[in-house]
């Protein structure tokens, strides 16, 4: 099959969370599976841009209400991705150094949007399908359908897969302008709680909707963000299929930025190398269980939590385990981290920033990595994590719910807890204390995490599945 993704990130090309890394593996593994698949994605301006060859696809005119722009698309000459990487360029509108945070998103967005519809309007040979990815690109199943201009499009079949429900684009239907003249009397496909909302408007147009862990789907049933009706009845057509991990890149045997290789078999010293490296880098005592937290500062994550879950861990259980955050976001919550190393005796220090090499380093060098998420989609860091033996504590939630088996549990490997509140968290930092000093069980729950399968080889076949369901009608 001929499958065209549309997506706001890709790794590497540019990733601000979980939605870059799915982007940059599942059309590698859908190639490798012997399907065509290629990603088109915004022409930010990254590293990646600079550091590779491109020559022009096509180019093309297009408009954003009443405002008339040209855009190139660029394809990566020498497919360093394994598969078909273009770059979308509108000037002036796509090609800043952020990925989001501008005001004008919703514009950069929308015209990327139209000019992808533009430019697959022009092929002479259609894909089979198009795969769009949260809210940046879930108006396309809409325009497809329903825009006069894109007729060629209208039967073509789309897949919506929701990263992050929480985030939706809403925009004030003063901005329908934007869209292509299409025939209102469809207002209803793009409107939700009068406005436009275009991830509830992916959901109604798209043929299939898919989420990124099967519990995720449950959740958002009843809680996501306004949207619960909608996907109670819109249900027939999800799916929750589980992010895989890239295995390639995600692997401590090959990884380029952890400084100390290791397997199964060589677990317990390769970690304790990693291990002292970080400790050395951030003064952090060797012989304390290390627990980290890697993400977005944000309420989502439950990194407001953290502050206060470390300061009464100290305080209650003692100074018996260190910590390491990296991370960046709330401001506030930013700060409060920040503060704590005031009071840290070589047992807490933080990384505010967003760094690629180092979130590997501490996959690598850390025992424990705490994820006490309010939601978490499926969450990418707990199998990162595992792939590592590093075990996991997390919030029973979303994809970590379908992930992570508690040690207490048959077969079990993690900590899990029920609630994002801090005394939850204590708890599970007072376990993980306790855990630690059991050697044996610790290097067991180790080499057990390491050769779970959790491959995107084995997510793609259910893609794949899917493709063929829809594309079937
Ligand atoms: P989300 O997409 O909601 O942020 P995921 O768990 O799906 O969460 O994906 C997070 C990804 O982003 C992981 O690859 C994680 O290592 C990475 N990441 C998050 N914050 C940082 C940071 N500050 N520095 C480096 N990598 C980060």
């Not at 005001?103 to 992808?116: I, P, S, W």
């Not at 910590?323 to 920040?338: M, R, T, W």
Request: hydrophobic content about 40%; overall charge negative; charged content about 25%.
């Amino acid at each position: 099959m001929e499958i065209l993704h549309v997506s706001a990130e890709c790794y590497p090309v540019a990733k601000a969370g979980g939605l870059g890394d799915v982007a940059g593996a599942l059309p590698l593994y859908l190639n490798q599976a012997g399907h065509s698949a290629r990603l088109v994605m915004p022409m930010y301006r990254t590293k990646f841009l600079y550091t590779h060859q491109w020559e022009v696809a096509h180019k093309g005119y297009a408009n954003l209400g009443n405002r008339w722009f040209e855009f190139t698309v660029i394809r990566e000459a020498d497919r360093s991705l394994g598969f078909d990487l273009y770059l979308l360029d509108i000037n002036g509108l796509l090609d800043r150094e952020k990925i989001y945070g501008y005001d004008d998103d919703t514009e950069r967005f929308v015209a990327f949007q139209v000019a992808v519809l533009e430019w697959v309007n022009a092929w002479e040979q259609k894909p089979d399908l198009i795969h769009v990815h949260d809210h940046h690109t879930a108006l396309i199943p809409f325009m497809a359908a329903n825009c006069y201009k894109y007729a060629a499009l209208r039967s073509l079949p789309t897949v919506l897969t929701i990263h992050n429900a929480e985030y939706q684009g809403w925009m004030g239907w003063d901005k329908s302008i934007y869209i292509p003249e299409w025939d209102t009397w469809h207002w209803g496909k793009l409107d939700w709680n009068n406005c436009i909302n275009p991830l509830a408007s992916g959901i109604k147009c798209a043929s299939a909707v898919t989420t990124v862990s099967p519990n995720y789907l449950q959740e958002l049933k009843y809680k996501s963000n306004g949207l619960e009706a909608l996907f109670e009845y819109e249900k027939g057509k999800c799916t929750g299929i589980l992010n895989g991990i890239d295995s390639h890149i995600w692997d401590p045997r090959t990884d380029p930025f952890v400084p100390y290789h290791y397997g199964v078999e060589d677990v317990e010293a390769g970690k304790a190398k990693n291990k002292m490296a970080m400790c050395d880098r951030f003064d952090l005592d060797f012989e304390k269980p290390l627990i980290a937290f890697i993400g977005r500062l944000v309420g989502e994550k439950g990194a407001d939590l953290l502050p206060q879950a470390i300061a009464e861990s100290f305080r209650y259980i003692g100074r018996r385990m260190s910590f390491i955050i990296l991370g960046s976001g709330n401001a506030g919550v930013e700060n409060a981290l920040q503060r704590l190393t005031d009071q840290s005796n070589s047992d807490y220090n933080v990384y505010i920033g967003y760094d690629e090499g180092l979130s590997h380093q501490i996959y690598a060098g850390a025992d424990f990595l705490l994820m006490p998420s309010r939601v978490e989609p499926c969450g990418l860091n707990q199998l990162y994590s595992m792939r590592y033996g590093t075990v996991p504590m997390v919030r029973r939630t979303g994809g970590l719910k379908d992930t992570v088996i508690d040690y207490g549990d048959e077969n079990g490997y993690g900590i899990c807890f029920e609630h994002a509140a801090t005394g939850d968290i204590c708890h599970a930092i007072w376990r993980a204390a306790e855990l630690y000093r059991d050697k044996k069980k610790m290097l067991s729950i180790r080499k057990h995490m390491m050769q779970l399968d959790f491959d995107w080889k084995t997510s793609v076949k259910k893609y794949i599945e899917l493709y063929k369901r829809v594309a079937a009608g």
